[in-house]
């Protein structure tokens, strides 16, 4: 299946990180439609969406349409892949790093997070200290940095 363009964003995937993340996608079904876009393609329009902050709709005409590339971020997600993936590509780093794979600490972190337009006023609130209207979360981190999980559910500030 040819690729419609290559390597053209800086979210664009490398073909050494490539490597490591195919094997880590579920196999394409054995049964039904073939798929029709190049699993990559998907891969870097999901990581164009994550690097750049936009909406779906705005992704580039270059990338398989927004709808297909969606479909597949929330059928990957719900399968568990997206964790997967970062699990991995964590895992790696730490042993770059001359880590063991597993933490032996971890430290529980906030992080103030900006409300979209879509978010309902509701669910939002604000956070004085960072003039931010939104969400706060809270996250555990290792020593490096890199997410473990998370602590609890995002809730509006008090």
């Not at 299946?1 to 419609?4: I, W």
């Not at 390597?7 to 664009?12: A, M, N, T, V």
């Given at each position: 299946?040819?690729?419609?363009h290559r390597?053209?964003?800086?979210?664009?995937l490398?073909d050494?990180?490539?490597?490591?993340?195919?094997?880590l996608?579920?196999?394409?079904?054995?049964?039904g439609?073939?798929?029709?876009?190049?699993?990559?393609?998907?891969?870097d329009?999901?990581g164009?969406?994550?690097?750049n902050?936009?909406?779906?709709?705005?992704?580039?005409?270059d990338?398989?349409p927004?709808?297909?590339?969606?479909?597949?971020?929330?059928?990957w997600h719900?399968q568990?892949?997206?964790?997967?993936?970062?699990?991995?590509?964590r895992?790696?780093?730490?042993?770059q790093?001359?880590?063991d794979?597993?933490?032996?600490?971890?430290?529980i972190?906030?992080?103030?997070v900006?409300?979209?337009?879509?978010?309902p006023a509701?669910?939002?609130?604000?956070?004085?200290?960072?003039?931010?209207?939104?969400?706060?979360?809270?996250?555990?981190?290792d020593?490096?940095?890199l997410?473990?999980g998370?602590?609890g559910?995002?809730?509006?500030?008090?």
């Open positions: 299946m040819p690729r419609r390597h053209r964003y800086p979210s664009d490398t050494a990180q490539w490597a490591l993340i195919e094997p996608l579920p196999p394409a079904a054995s049964i439609r073939r798929e029709k876009h190049d699993r990559r393609d998907l891969v329009a999901i164009y969406v994550v690097r902050g936009c909406a779906w709709r705005a992704l580039p005409s990338y398989p927004w709808q297909t590339v969606y479909y597949y971020f929330a059928r719900d568990g892949v997206t964790e997967r993936v970062h699990d991995a590509l895992d790696q780093l730490r042993v790093e001359g880590r794979t597993e933490p032996t600490a971890g430290i972190d906030s992080q103030s900006k409300g979209a337009d879509t978010v509701a669910s939002r609130g604000f956070d004085m200290g960072k003039k931010i209207n939104g969400r706060k979360r809270f996250l555990v981190v020593t490096l940095g997410l473990l998370r602590a559910r995002s809730r509006e500030y008090a």
